[in-house]
């Protein structure tokens, strides 16, 4: 049994430790193993860790729970990916708040180069599923990863079209991925393990409890490069999946609705405040997300690196580095830069006429280094 994984596992099952105090002691330790064998009160000195938490770990009681996951998931055929991994999926890894454990049952590549998250009510209607059927079928040809989160209404026509389409897709759920919820999708849910699957942070056997939701949205946000809103109430998990999404800084779309319709208000509120921009057709979401164009080939003018200052110069090695063409998501991993400091700098290397923004949050290296 790998110990560090092993380690890794057990700070999962330490109460109190969440994802961003997780990601606290691995970076002041070095590692999850180093941290159990850390004293304790050197423990307490790391922001956020009081004397209860520090017990817990020295006590390492919570290997014994980790082990016992371990056997389950392997009676399960259930894969663990920490955020430590190189397969760690490379959307999530410029999100502060991204889960540090993904429980996978299925056949999943989360790292395909077009991810589209469809979300809306419980209560979806005949426009619903028409919106999803010509939005999941245009985009066919573009073979995207189809993300939803398996409830009722909207999400599950927009997995069962994926299939229809042969499309991949994933449900990401707020219980334990042997948990199906609602059990009424089990057979939608097994069909999609053959490509695509089922994806979840929470331990194997936990129950869909309500608080789990609005965390999982935020997976649905981050795993999207485009997040599609096609019917949603005054309220409801679509709406916080689509602000979430913005504070992301992901295209958020919506088809608009009939004015005075309850399943409309949502998605016409967010297309009235700019929070989504409105689409009719698979047709509009290919043309604003730049999808419907060949990828932009190397620049070939010359740059000068010297002229720019260092934050600056990062970031145009790295798009020269990465054949000059990056989504905002990408360019932050790889440059090691919050998505809040790029945008700004970005900004400035677009008005020097080094950088050009395109359709999708892409940016484009106008001219190459010397």
Same mark, same amino acid.
């Given at each position: 049994?790998?110990?560090? &994984?092993l380690?890794?596992?057990?700070?999962?099952?330490?109460?109190g430790?969440?994802?961003?105090?997780?990601r606290?002691?691995v970076?002041y330790?070095?590692?999850a193993e180093?941290?159990?064998?850390?004293?304790?009160g050197?423990?307490?000195?790391?922001?956020?860790i009081?004397?209860?938490?520090?017990?817990?770990?020295q006590?390492?009681? /919570?290997f014994?729970?980790?082990?016992?996951?371990? &056997?389950?998931?392997?009676?399960?055929?259930?894969?663990?990916?920490?955020?430590?991994? /190189?397969?760690?999926?490379?959307?999530?890894?410029?999100?502060?708040?991204?889960?540090?454990?993904?429980?996978?049952?299925g =056949?999943?590549?989360?790292?395909?180069?077009?991810?589209?998250?469809?979300?809306?009510?419980?209560?979806?209607?005949n426009?619903? &599923?028409?919106c999803?059927?010509?939005?999941?079928n245009?985009?066919?040809?573009?073979?995207?990863?189809?993300?939803?989160?398996l %409830?009722?209404?909207?999400?599950i026509? /927009?997995?069962?079209?994926?299939?229809?389409?042969?499309?991949?897709?994933v449900?990401?759920?707020?219980?334990? $991925?042997? $948990?199906?919820y609602?059990?009424?999708?089990?057979? $939608?849910?097994?069909?999609?393990e053959?490509?695509?699957?089922l994806?979840?942070?929470q331990p194997?056997g936990?129950?869909?409890?309500?608080? =789990?939701?609005? %965390?999982r949205? &935020?997976?649905?946000?981050?795993?999207?490069? %485009?997040?599609v809103?096609?019917?949603?109430?005054?309220?409801?998990g679509?709406?916080?999946t689509a602000?979430i999404a913005?504070s992301?800084?992901?295209?958020?779309?919506?088809?608009?609705?009939?004015i005075g #319709?309850?399943?409309?208000?949502?998605? =016409? #509120?967010?297309?009235k405040? =700019?929070?989504a921009?409105?689409?009719?057709s698979? %047709?509009?979401?290919?043309?604003?997300?730049?999808?419907? #164009?060949?990828?932009?080939?190397?620049?070939?003018?010359s740059?000068n690196l010297d002229?720019?200052?260092?934050p600056?110069?990062?970031?145009?090695?790295?798009?020269h580095e990465?054949?000059?063409?990056l989504?905002?998501?990408?360019l932050?991993?790889k440059?090691?830069?919050p $998505?809040?400091?790029?945008?700004?700098i970005?900004?400035?290397?677009?008005?020097?006429?080094?950088?050009?923004?395109?359709?999708?949050k892409?940016?484009?290296?106008?001219?190459?280094?010397?």
């Amino acid at each position: 049994m790998d110990q560090s &994984r092993l380690s890794l596992l057990a700070l999962h099952f330490i109460p109190g430790l969440g994802d961003y105090l997780i990601r606290q002691l691995v970076g002041y330790c070095g590692s999850a193993e180093t941290v159990f064998q850390t004293p304790k009160g050197k423990l307490q000195k790391i922001p956020g860790i009081g004397r209860k938490t520090a017990t817990l770990i020295q006590t390492g009681s /919570a290997f014994a729970r980790a082990e016992e996951e371990l &056997r389950k998931c392997e009676r399960n055929n259930v894969t663990l990916v920490f955020f430590t991994d /190189a397969n760690y999926p490379r959307r999530l890894r410029s999100i502060d708040d991204a889960p540090t454990l993904l429980y996978l049952k299925g =056949n999943i590549n989360l790292d395909v180069s077009k991810t589209v998250g469809i979300v809306g009510t419980r209560r979806s209607t005949n426009y619903g &599923r028409h919106c999803i059927e010509e939005l999941v079928n245009g985009l066919k040809p573009l073979k995207p990863l189809i993300v939803s989160g398996l %409830a009722y209404g909207i999400d599950i026509l /927009a997995h069962r079209q994926a299939l229809e389409c042969e499309l991949p897709t994933v449900g990401i759920l707020g219980s334990g $991925v042997d $948990v199906i919820y609602p059990s009424a999708h089990r057979e $939608v849910a097994a069909r999609m393990e053959a490509d695509g699957g089922l994806i979840s942070e929470q331990p194997l056997g936990t129950k869909p409890d309500a608080h =789990n939701f609005p %965390a999982r949205n &935020r997976i649905i946000a981050g795993l999207s490069d %485009a997040l599609v809103v096609v019917e949603a109430g005054e309220t409801g998990g679509a709406l916080i999946t689509a602000d979430i999404a913005n504070s992301y800084n992901k295209d958020v779309f919506a088809f608009p609705g009939n004015i005075g #319709q309850s399943y409309s208000y949502g998605c =016409n #509120q967010l297309i009235k405040t =700019n929070k989504a921009s409105l689409i009719t057709s698979s %047709a509009d979401l290919e043309y604003m997300m730049n999808w419907h #164009q060949e990828p932009a080939q190397p620049p070939q003018p010359s740059l000068n690196l010297d002229e720019f200052e260092e934050p600056e110069r990062k970031v145009l090695l790295t798009l020269h580095e990465n054949g000059g063409t990056l989504v905002i998501d990408e360019l932050s991993w790889k440059s090691n830069l919050p $998505v809040p400091q790029l945008a700004s700098i970005l900004l400035t290397l677009e008005f020097r006429g080094v950088v050009q923004s395109l359709p999708g949050k892409l940016f484009r290296l106008v001219r190459a280094r010397k």
